[in-house]
């Protein structure tokens, strides 16, 4: 079993609906996470960024952390083609070097 | 402020080929990392080095090489290509402040071994 879980995809949704991408973990000590967006043929760039449990929101991007459950969850509001993208979690230790990553997700917003 | 760059953007190689994939950051970053991407298999760490004189494996280090040459450039060496290594090759660094733990990353080095 894969320490961190993303379902591959793809996703294929309408403009303006609200998307929620989901990631599950087996470590229970991870304590920092993160989700990546990756245009096609781009390196990967940080979308949200939260330590430990609850919600971060960011304009149209909402984070959550439940770590009572391992899942940890990205909601797009009023989703846009631009939009399109693969979305990886990402989640680390207090005080490792290393990010452990899921497989990302493709997303696509048809207009 | 260029960020993380990569060179070459693209490459292709016969098997059994050597070439090194660079890497430099202008961030004063203290860790960098190689990772490869395939399709399917998200993103593997093939090795990183945590500070300058430093370097570790990763994930799947088998067939590559690293040097940290400085602080600021980090470069990945493969020997003797396979076409198991054709993927695609992306560089990154993080800053060495307590509880940050972003990576930044390259643009990418498209390589494929024939």
């Known amino acids: 079993q894969k320490e961190v879980e993303q379902d591959p995809g793809p996703l294929s949704v309408p403009e303006g609906a609200i998307v929620s991408l989901n990631c599950t973990y087996s470590n229970s000590a991870f304590q920092y996470f993160m989700w990546y967006r990756q245009y096609s043929r781009k390196g990967p760039e940080l979308l949200m960024y939260?330590?430990?449990?609850g919600n971060k929101e960011d304009g149209r991007f909402t984070a959550q952390v439940d770590k009572s459950s391992k899942y940890i969850s990205l909601f797009i509001r009023d989703s846009q083609p631009s939009d399109s993208a693969t979305y990886l979690c990402?989640?680390?230790?207090?005080?490792?070097?290393?990010?452990?990553f899921g497989q990302g997700t493709r997303l696509t917003i048809n207009p | 402020n260029a960020g993380v760059t990569q060179t070459p953007k693209f490459q292709v190689l016969k098997t059994g080929q050597s070439m090194t994939l660079q890497c430099a950051q202008d961030?004063?970053?203290?860790?960098m990392y190689w990772y490869r991407q395939d399709p399917g298999m998200g993103l593997r760490l093939i090795y990183y080095s945590a500070s300058e004189g430093t370097t570790d494996k990763g994930e799947v280090p088998n067939g590559y090489n690293v040097s940290r040459l400085n602080k600021r450039e980090f470069s990945l060496r493969l020997e003797s290509a396979a076409p198991s290594q054709t993927s695609v090759y992306f560089c990154a660094s993080r800053p060495s402040q307590a509880g940050n733990y972003e990576q930044y990353f390259g643009p990418g080095t498209r390589l494929t071994v024939t």
């Open positions: 939260t330590y430990s449990s």
């Open positions: 990402a989640m680390s230790l207090q005080g490792a070097q290393k990010l452990v």
């Open positions: 961030m004063n970053h203290n860790s």
